[in-house]
Structure formats: structure tokens, C-alpha cells
């Protein structure tokens, strides 16, 4: 069974920056991609970014150039810079794993960001 950790989720005020991380309780290696999904209160959960084995890079279009996803792979942990916080940036910021064959999504807890105007 795989754990992924959250953590970084603060409160902040508008125009600031967070960075979120995300620690796995195994190799990244082992998985094909990782990433970001988001999700407000009476919302959908919805992508933020994704970043491949091969360090490909996927953004929600309306996100790209405030964040930036990253891996360190000898921490077994992903990143996301969030700059230019918005007061709609809050949300509870899930992180994901996903395997290869057989396919299989692993979730964290998340993680609360609450950005005031």
C-alpha cells in the first residue's frame, strides 16, 4: 500500500505564495505520473498539474505561469509553487500517484489552502 503525504497548506492572503509537498511512502519512480487535483467547497475536484516519470509537465490552463509542479526524486516528493495566490485558489489540494500496468490512482488526504482577499 503506497501513503502520500500533504503537507504546506497554510492560510495566506492574496498575492502570496505556498509551497505544497507531497511525500511518498515509496520510490517515484515506480509511478507513471504524479500530480495535483484541487477542490473547492461545492465543487468539483479539478486538475491543477501533473508531472510525468520523464518530468513532462501538464497545467490547468487557467493556472499556467502561477504554478509550477516539481520532483525530487531522492525524497520521493512532489511539489507545487503556488504564486499569486487568488482568493478562488482556495481549496483542499489533493495529491495523486498513478501506476503503470495494472492501473491504479493512489490519493492523500489532502491538504487546506484558504487564500483571503
Known amino acids: 500500500q503506497v501513503q502520500l503525504v500533504e503537507s504546506g497548506g497554510d492560510l495566506v492572503q492574496a498575492g502570496g505564495s505556498l509551497r505544497l509537498s507531497c511525500a511518498a511512502s515509496?520510490?517515484?519512480?515506480?509511478?507513471?505520473?504524479m500530480g495535483w487535483y484541487r477542490q473547492a467547497p461545492g465543487k468539483q475536484r479539478e486538475l491543477v498539474a501533473i508531472i510525468t516519470s520523464s518530468d513532462s509537465t501538464n497545467y490547468a490552463d487557467s493556472l499556467k505561469g502561477r504554478f509550477t509542479i516539481s520532483r525530487d526524486n531522492a525524497k520521493n516528493t512532489v511539489y507545487l509553487q503556488m504564486n499569486s495566490l487568488k482568493p478562488e485558489d482556495t481549496a483542499v489540494y489533493y495529491c495523486?500517484?498513478?501506476?503503470?500496468?495494472?492501473?491504479?490512482?493512489?490519493w492523500g488526504q489532502g491538504t487546506q489552502v484558504t487564500v483571503s482577499s
Open positions: 495523486h500517484a498513478d501506476t503503470g500496468i495494472p492501473y491504479y490512482r493512489y
Open positions: 515509496k520510490s517515484i519512480f515506480s509511478f507513471n505520473a
